[in-house]
């Protein structure tokens, strides 16, 4: 498997603009993460998915930030309007389903995409 | 939610053990991860403790876990350059019926030749 893949890598843009961050997941796995992480705030969970279905989204800062998942291999983050303090790295997880037999140690370990860098200038 | 602590950075000479430490304070815990982010890249799953072990040994990395304590701390062994790299402690907790993780600040490892 190749892995959670996430695109851009990179990203510059102006303040105003949108952002659409992209990220594919390891096939198989029930759950989907976006991160941020920032020198001020290290890594924060902004949102995720079970089986498609936004679960928590507590973490996401403001009405600016939204997150889709239209099917299980993909899911996007979307900013409009981008700010300067949004610059961060962005990371996308996944995991496999849940916990339900303790025998299976570890099951729901987050498995992390190499992350999108987006700059807000 | 969850609090965890992890000082910032650490220095070594390669050849010497690295400890690498963190409290938390969700008692509840059952795993606990520590994952190691090179620089550029993602987070990249080093090793976890079940909550019901005090030890964990793989390889040259050893977890040792004091749940009165609150307290996990990996080693490592015979530190080498490579292993120069932020290292964060992630306990998980339950949010709903599934395991939230709570990052720390991560330690950065700096390894001296």
């Known amino acids: 498997d190749a892995g959670v893949i996430q695109s851009p890598r990179h990203e510059v843009t102006e303040m105003g603009q949108e952002v659409t961050l992209r990220c594919k997941p390891i096939?198989?796995?029930?759950?989907l993460f976006w991160y941020r992480q920032t020198m001020m705030r290290g890594l924060e969970l902004l949102i995720y998915?079970?089986?498609?279905?936004?679960?928590?989204d507590s973490g996401m800062p403001e009405d600016r930030f939204s997150a889709k998942m239209p099917n299980a291999s993909f899911s996007t983050l979307k900013i409009q309007p981008s700010e300067p303090r949004d610059s961060a790295v962005y990371f996308c997880?996944?995991?496999?389903?849940?916990?339900?037999?303790?025998?299976?140690?570890?099951?729901?370990?987050?498995?992390f995409g190499p992350g999108t860098r987006l700059t807000v200038l | 939610g969850e609090d965890v602590e992890q000082s910032l950075f650490l220095s070594v000479r390669e050849g010497d053990s690295s400890v690498i430490n963190c409290t938390y304070t969700?008692?509840?815990?059952?795993?606990l991860y520590w994952y190691k982010q090179e620089p550029g890249a993602g987070l990249q799953l080093l090793t976890y403790?079940?909550?019901?072990?005090d030890m964990k040994q793989d390889q040259r990395l050893t977890v040792l876990l004091n749940k009165k304590d609150k307290h996990l701390s990996l080693r490592i062994a015979d530190t080498q350059t490579g292993d120069s790299a932020i290292y964060f402690c992630?306990?998980?907790?339950?949010?709903?019926?599934?395991?939230?993780?709570?990052f720390g600040s991560g330690t950065k490892l700096n390894v001296k030749p």
């Open positions: 997880a996944s995991s496999p389903s849940a916990l339900r037999d303790r025998s299976r140690h570890g099951t729901d370990t987050q498995y």
């Open positions: 096939s198989g796995h029930d759950y």
């Open positions: 998915f079970n089986n498609n279905v936004p679960i928590d």
């Open positions: 969700d008692s509840s815990s059952t795993y």
């Open positions: 403790i079940f909550s019901n072990m």
């Open positions: 992630a306990p998980v907790g339950r949010l709903y019926n599934f395991n939230k993780f709570y």
